[in-house]
């Protein structure tokens, strides 16, 4: 079981930024597919972004262009730059990390986009 543990969620105004980090326990992380889903209230929860052992990336269409998935494996780190927040990117996200066929999750950050 992989621990995980998010930071870097808040508060922004639309067209700000933030930058999410997830922290991993994980021994051999290099070997990881890390994602991070966002879940709103009463909605399923949906991918944003993943980065492989190899570092190929894959977006949601509604973020690409503005959110950047990357990867520290030094400090088995995962990150997610946000650009350009709207409100509609208001929703808790997840952490992912997953070597299959096992899956871990990280207690999830809040970030809410509002003036």
């Known amino acids: 079981q992989v621990q995980l543990v998010e930071s870097g969620g808040g508060l922004v105004q639309p067209g700000g930024s933030l930058r999410l980090s997830c922290a991993a326990s994980a021994n051999f992380f290099t070997i990881y597919t890390m994602s991070w889903y966002r879940q709103a209230p009463g909605k399923q929860r949906e991918l944003v972004a993943s980065i492989t052992s190899g570092a190929t990336t894959n977006y949601a269409d509604s973020v690409k262009g503005r959110f950047t998935i990357y990867r520290d494996n030094a400090k088995k780190t995962v990150f997610m730059q946000m650009n350009n927040l709207s409100t509609d990117d208001t929703n808790v996200y997840y952490c992912?990390?997953?070597?299959?066929?096992?899956?871990?999750w990280g207690q999830g950050t809040q970030v809410t986009v509002s003036s």
């Open positions: 992912k990390a997953s070597r299959n066929p096992y899956d871990s």
